[in-house]
């Protein structure tokens, strides 16, 4: 590991710092010491190199999940503008996952939260189960086999 993983960051912090604080010689330790502190647990946090196997299938997912939020857009707007409100039903289902990268569950969590009417709420990572909140819930099997086959299938051959 590099003392200086980010020397442009490291730089700038002790600018900031020894502007706000002052320039004087234990000011200036005093930031050294932070400043290499924060760049080395900065790069600590620095999550790995996306490994994306199958790139051509990245346009084909983007163009499903634009798709599907223009759709979901148009339907809980239907939904709130309706005037009988109590045909809708709220609901949580549980999804279990074949996917266990941390990518591929980050942009498994983007495309749910991004889509109106759904909310990822919590990944038991033990037992690889997702937690869905659905806004308009009429049949849970449906929404397990969407996240499953057309979002999770999907990412499992980009990332494979």
């Known amino acids: 590991m590099k003392l200086l993983p980010y020397p442009l960051l490291t730089a700038s912090l002790l600018a900031m710092w020894l502007l706000l604080n002052g320039l004087s010689m234990g000011q200036f330790v005093l930031g ?72 591929g569950l980050a942009i498994l969590a983007c495309i749910v939260t991004s889509t109106p009417g759904t909310a990822w709420v919590e990944h038991d990572s033990t037992s690889n189960k997702l937690l869905l909140h659905v806004f308009d819930l009429v049949d849970e099997q449906h929404w397990i086999d969407l996240i499953k086959q057309r979002y999770e299938h999907l990412l499992l051959e980009i990332l494979a």
């Open 32 to 103: 050294t010491v932070i400043a290499v502190a924060v760049g080395s647990v900065t790069a600590a946090l620095q999550p790995a190199k996306p490994r994306f196997k199958r790139w051509y299938l990245l346009p084909k997912l983007v163009a499903i999940v634009l798709a599907d939020i223009w759709r979901s857009n148009i339907a809980v707007a239907r939904l709130i503008l309706r005037k009988d409100q109590s045909r809708r039903v709220s609901g949580f289902v549980v999804v279990p996952l074949k996917l266990r990268d941390p990518l």
